[in-house]
Structure formats: structure tokens, C-alpha cells
């Protein structure tokens, strides 16, 4: 009966009141299913064309936004598996959960969805079949592909995925180009979806007609990276990263890819709010996670950066007792949970990025004592965070993963900044002959080594920040020691200037890199000093509104403890800006402009909101009904100065305190690479002035 039949969605059929809203179509071509989302926002419809070809397409409220896309494989050592298929479709399931997370953006999360199971099978031949999975939210899906045992195909070699994104309409597109040398660290281009070239996921469009797509992938466990190449028009093929054969995966059955997926909303504020890409990925898998806090940290790093001191031995040796000691008691003077030491560990002599191989993650130089530091730091309630570069040299770092966690469990250092330096096509795996071959960052084999790193940091209760990373795809959900990462340019770029992160740089983030997860972007920067011209471009009020608009569960002041100490007045945001969230709701947001985000503190009564702005000046406003009604709030507020521009006085800031109500809409004037960032604070019931 299902078979080859369009697939009406009826509550009797699912068994579920929630699909009763469902729109049914009267008429379907006879090799097509279809389901829609709980509130018959999104409709998906699976078919084949006459030569038995895979596709399909994505509807929104009666209109297109994906035609009819190819969905299949090219084998390296087999048939492709791409047409002469049959389909067949499952009745939809409804699926709605409330979860929540140990720390986030928000404590919880609605996973609310309809899946449905479409099985393409082979009509002759190797009568091999895949099926593909659609779960439709209203603000997006996800679809992925599931390969059962079967016997025609033991071992899938696949040489590329043929998954196509084709977007209905034209428009503007938020992107970073994806296979250059430097990884994912790249400067957006914003151009119309028909001039992208090789784009990295997530990238973001806004259509003609103002709708706001943006296409990445969850949960990608054990496969290769995907990226989009532009086949034509406003057609997108996925890409994946070329693996250590002439096949990108290889995957012994039965496996599911990760999730393909599109968050679909009318407005940038409906992407950043989606909780999509974690709602894709399974569920918390590790339990008990709270030996891990999230924390503001400072540390021996901009120093360093700045080549003021080195990673490396000698003379301006960064990571000596007495330097991490210094930063330990200012933490811990300041209230800060972590104190980073980058150059501690032997190996950073000559150069270790083109070498990295001389890396020690057990051994300190003779200049820092470990024991006595750590020791040090416990004392005053602090946490060193540790430091593990490996110049993307996997094959080294594994070899020493278990000795080097167990020495940071022994000594109460709960999270660990790992580092993958190394160009595009240069990180270094075992290879399955043991030999060493050179990788992708975001190849299948890198997919492995993170997934290893990361489990076995939590058997020592570590968590992990990556930086070059690979991309992130919401797997903190089921692993939340994936604290945070890094994965486009930080704030390091302004260290070295020449040219630094433009102003824009954050506001494009904010729609792309920051949709799939938190980013280590370490701000906090209120010195002048940078490496050459162009370096740090925005205003100090600007600085201080990325630890809200910016999500991390653990956020860098990433400074000279010596510009804080000489700056007290803004200092003081850094020190009582929260960094986890009960709630997060977006009160203005224009891809790549601007955003205004304001988030709840979570376990207390605090809010805190963060607005941002390009290279423009721009006057916001900021209703603030998220408050509680009937109470009173100390504004304490951090402006940009009438002056102030970043490419002037930075540092011209306002701080000033307001009673507000939630009754209250506030003004907010942003300079050039400008911003504000206001902390709510509660100070009584009534009326105000009470
Ligand atoms: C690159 C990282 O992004 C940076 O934060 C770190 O200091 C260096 N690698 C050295 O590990
Ligand atoms: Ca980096």
C-alpha cells in the first residue's frame, strides 16, 4: 500500500493529535512521499525522476526554496548509487521532547519534529538500497542517509556524496571559501547566491524575497567534512573533504551519514534562535558532566601573540612559574575560573608548525613547575586550562593521549585548549598501513581523531576547546566536553593586524560559524599595541558586546592583564558579564550588519544583551519586555562615546546606570565598529524608582 503511493499524513495514521494539522495534498505524482512539519510550516517531498534518480525539494508556506535536488553516491570500488531506484516511504512520527542542556544558550531546548523514512532500493542488479531519513521542524530539517546490512554492499567506499542543495531563488550570500590553505580562517564574502564559488557550511543566504536559509550539517561522527560547491545557478553540491584514499569515506555497514540540513526562517533572528543542529545530534552520552564549569579564564597568550613573549625557550619564555603565577592571582583576585598557559610542554623549539613533531604533552620546560603551579592555582580556587598544540599532528598526540589527560585529571585541570596548526591538506594521521599520511582537517580520519581526543578526555573529566578544529556540528549535545572550538579567524588576527578582522567580521560570524556552535573568539581586547596596522577594529563598547553576542561556555579576557588593571571602569563588564545562559532571545538582527542579543543568566536574575554593528553607525532600539514585568532593573551600561570609531578612539566609552522597567525601550547609538553592552541587574519589586 505505501509502496510507490504519495504518502498522506493523516493523526490516524501517525497516531499522534499533532500531525492532524498536517495540509495533505490531493495530488502527487505516484512515486513521491511528502510529510510537513508539526505546524505545517515545511513540506518535503521525496521522489524519483523516470531514470529512477533520487531527488528532493523543500517547500515553505506554499512556496519553493529547494527544487528538485539529486540526492545519491559515487562509489570508488562499485556502481554509483544513483539512479535505476526504486521508493518506498514510512508513515511520518511525531517526535516532541523538551531537553536540556548542562550549560548553553539556553537550558532548554524543544526538539519538535515529524520524520519520515523514505528506503530507495536498487531494481536490478546489486539490488542495494539506502534509505533516507527527514526530520521537518518548522524552523528547518535535516536529512540524512541510513545504510543498512544488506548483501550487495558490505563496505561503502564513497568516492564523493551527490547530494544537491538547489535553492529555488537568487539572493545574497554569507560565505567563507572552502579547500584554501588557511583552513577554515577566512573572511566572508557577501555576494548573490549565483557568484558563490567552494563555500564551508554553514553558509547562510537571504533570498529575493527575504527569506533566511542557511545549509550545514549535524552530527558528523566517523565521515568526511562537507563543504558546497555551486554547480550552476543557485545549485549547490556537497562536497566532501578527500580522504586518505581515492574515497573521501569509508564505512563498513550497516552507518548514517550526519545530518544534511537547512534552518529555514523569515528573519537572521529565526537561525540564530534554532536549536536544529544540537536537536540532530543524540544525546548526552557522557551523564554526569559537572566537573566541568563554565568560566571566564585569562592568560598567557596575547603576550604572546603580540611577540611580546614566546612559546618557545629562552629568554622570553612565556609559560615560566612566576609568569602563570602572576596570572593565577589576578584571576583569582578578579573572579576568574581559569588561567590558559600556552608554551608550557617541551617541543615548541625551531619550527613547530612545520615540525611539531618534537611535541611533549606530559613534559613541562624546566622554567615551569607544573606541580607547584597547579598546586598554586587550586589554592586560590583556580583552574590552569591546559594546552595541547599539536601542529596537526595527530599521529603524535595519540600515542600520548592517555598519559597526557591523566596527568591534567591529577592535577584538577578540567579543560584542555588543543591546537591543529598546520595548512589545509597538512595535518598528519596514522594511516591504516601505520604510515604516516598527510589529511585534511576535516577529513573522515581527522573526524576519528577528534571523536578519540574527545573520549578520551572525558574518561579524565577534561573537556575540550580545538582550535583548527573540525567544523562543528552540534556534537556537545551528546558530549558536552566539546566545550567550545575555534574554526574561523579569532580575535588573533587583530593581534597580528595587517590586516586584522574588519568590523564586519563579527556581524558575519554571528549568521554563519556561530549557528553551529560556541566559538573561543576571545575578546576582551582594550590595548592599542597590535603586531602592524589594521589590527584590533572596534570600540572598547564593542568588545564588551561580543561575550553576549558571542556564545562559549568558557570566554577569554583575552588582554594584558596590565590594560585591565589600568582600566578598572570597563574591566568591570568583563569580570560580571555571565557566561551561562537560561534563556537567549535575539531583539534585532540584519545578516552581516548587526544584531542586538539578549540572554538570561542562568541560576540568578540577571540579563545581559550585547549589540553589534559593522563598519556603520547605526541607531538601534531595544524594547525590554524580556525583563520581568512589575520589577525593577539596575541598566548598568557601556555605550560608545559620541566620538568614538574604531578606526579613531576605540576606547571612547560611556558607562553609565539607568533604572529601566520591562516597559522601558532603549536607544542604542553604535559608532562605526561600534557596539553596547548593558547588564540588568534586579533591584526590587514596584513601581519605578522604588
Ligand atoms: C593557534 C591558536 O588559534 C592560538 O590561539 C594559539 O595560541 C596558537 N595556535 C598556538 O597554539
Ligand atoms: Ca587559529
Not at 523516470?50 to 570500488?77: C, I
Not at 586550562?385 to 599539536?390: L, R, V, Y
Request: net charge negative.
Amino acid at each position: 500500500m505505501q509502496r510507490r503511493s504519495f504518502l498522506s499524513l493523516t493523526a490516524a495514521a501517525a497516531g499522534v493529535s499533532a500531525l492532524s494539522a498536517l495540509p495533505v495534498r490531493a495530488q502527487t505524482a505516484p512515486n513521491a512521499a511528502r510529510a510537513a512539519s508539526p505546524g505545517g510550516v515545511l513540506t518535503v517531498e521525496a521522489t524519483t525522476d523516470n531514470d529512477g534518480r533520487p531527488m528532493y525539494s523543500v517547500h515553505r508556506q506554499g512556496r519553493t526554496v529547494v527544487e528538485a535536488s539529486k540526492l545519491g553516491f559515487l562509489l570508488t570500488d562499485a556502481p554509483a548509487l544513483e539512479r535505476g531506484l526504486r521508493l518506498t516511504a514510512t508513515q511520518p512520527v511525531a517526535f516532541d521532547e523538551t531537553w536540556e542542556q548542562p550549560w548553553g544558550e539556553r537550558r532548554l531546548i524543544r526538539n519538535h519534529y515529524n520524520e519520515f523514512r523514505v528506503t530507495y532500493a536498487e531494481t536490478g542488479g546489486l539490488a542495494r538500497r539506502f534509505d533516507v531519513v527527514f526530520r521537518l521542524y518548522d524552523d528547518g530539517l535535516g536529512f540524512r542517509y541510513e545504510f543498512p546490512e544488506q548483501p550487495g554492499l558490505t563496505t561503502a567506499r564513497i568516492g564523493s556524496e551527490l547530494t544537491e542543495f538547489n535553492l529555488a531563488e537568487n539572493g545574497e550570500a554569507l560565505w567563507c571559501p572552502a579547500w584554501e590553505w588557511n583552513r577554515e580562517e577566512y573572511l566572508y564574502n557577501r555576494t548573490p547566491i549565483d557568484a558563490v564559488a567552494n563555500a564551508q557550511t554553514p553558509m547562510t543566504v537571504k533570498s529575493r524575497s527575504g527569506l533566511h536559509v542557511s545549509i550545514h550539517e549535524a552530527a558528523c561522527v566517523d565521515y568526511a567534512g562537507m563543504n558546497l560547491r555551486r554547480s550552476e545557478g543557485t545549485k549547490f553540491r556537497a562536497q566532501l573533504t578527500p580522504g586518505l584514499t581515492n574515497a573521501a569515506v569509508v564505512r563498513t555497514l550497516p552507518f548514517n551519514t550526519p545530518w544534511r540540513t537547512l534552518q529555514i526562517a523569515d528573519t537572521g533572528a529565526g537561525l540564530i534562535e534554532s536549536g536544529l543542529i544540537l536537536n540532530l545530534n543524540e544525546p548526552n552520552k557522557l551523564g554526569d558532566v559537572s566537573w566541568f564549569k563554565p568560566m571566564k579564564y585569562v592568560g598567557v597568550w596575547w603576550e604572546m601573540h603580540l611577540e611580546l613573549k614566546s612559546w618557545n625557550s629562552g629568554p622570553k619564555h612565556g609559560a615560566t612559574t612566576e609568569n602563570a603565577i602572576k596570572h593565577i592571582d589576578f584571576a583569582a583576585k578578579h573572579g576568574f575560573g581559569g588561567v590558559l598557559v600556552e608554551g608550557w610542554n617541551k617541543g615548541w623549539d625551531g619550527q613547530w608548525f612545520a615540525n611539531g613533531s618534537d611535541f611533549s604533552f606530559t613534559e613541562a620546560y624546566p622554567d615551569f613547575d607544573i606541580e607547584a603551579v597547579c598546586a598554586h592555582a587550586r589554592s586560590k580556587g583556580v583552574q590552569l586550562i591546559g594546552h595541547h598544540e599539536t601542529g596537526g599532528n595527530a599521529f603524535v598526540y595519540e600515542p600520548q593521549l592517555e598519559a597526557a589527560m591523566a596527568l591534567y585529571e591529577r592535577l584538577g585541570v578540567h579543560s584542555v585548549k588543543t591546537g591543529y596548526v598546520a595548512d589545509a591538506g597538512g595535518a598528519r594521521v596514522a594511516g591504516p598501513d601505520g604510515k604516516v599520511a598527510m589529511t585534511w582537517h576535516e577529513s573522515q580520519a581527522m573526524a576519528q581523531h577528534h571523536m578519540k581526543v574527545v573520549e578520551v578526555a572525558a574518561r579524565h573529566k577534561v573537556a575540550v576547546n580545538a582550535h583548527e578544529p573540525f567544523k562543528d556540528t552540534g556534537l556537545r549535545r551528546t558530549y558536552p566536553n566539546i566545550i567550545s572550538r575555534e574554526g574561523q579567524r579569532g580575535m588573533e588576527y587583530s593581534a597580528w593586524g595587517n590586516p586584522g578582522n574588519p568590523p564586519e567580521h563579527e556581524s558575519n560570524l554571528v549568521f554563519t560559524r556561530l549557528l553551529a556552535g560556541p566559538m573561543d573568539y576571545t575578546p576582551g581586547i582594550f590595548g592599542m599595541e597590535t603586531r602592524s596596522p589594521g589590527g584590533v577594529q572596534t570600540t572598547w563598547a564593542k568588545q564588551l558586546a561580543l561575550y553576549v553576542v558571542i556564545y562559549s561556555p568558557i570566554q577569554m579576557a583575552a588582554d594584558l592583564l596590565v590594560n585591565y588593571e589600568t582600566n578598572p571602569g570597563p574591566f568591570q563588564f568583563i569580570k560580571d558579564v555571565p557566561v551561562d545562559w537560561e534563556e537567549t532571545r535575539v531583539l534585532a538582527a540584519e545578516l552581516g550588519d548587526h544584531v542586538v542579543i539578549a540572554r538570561k543568566e542562568r541560576g540568578g536574575d540577571v540579563w545581559a544583551l550585547g549589540a553589534i554593528t559593522d563598519e556603520h553607525p547605526r541607531v538601534l532600539t531595544a524594547a525590554l519586555s524580556f525583563l520581568d514585568p512589575g520589577r525593577t532593573y539596575r541598566a548598568e551600561i557601556y555605550r560608545d562615546g559620541p566620538d568614538a570609531d574604531y578606526r579613531g578612539k576605540r576606547e571612547s566609552i560611556v558607562i553609565e546606570q539607568k533604572t529601566v522597567t520591562s516597559a522601558d525601550v532603549l536607544t542604542l547609538a553604535l559608532a562605526p565598529g561600534g557596539g553596547q553592552a548593558i547588564r540588568f541587574v534586579p533591584t526590587g519589586r514596584g513601581r519605578r524608582g522604588q
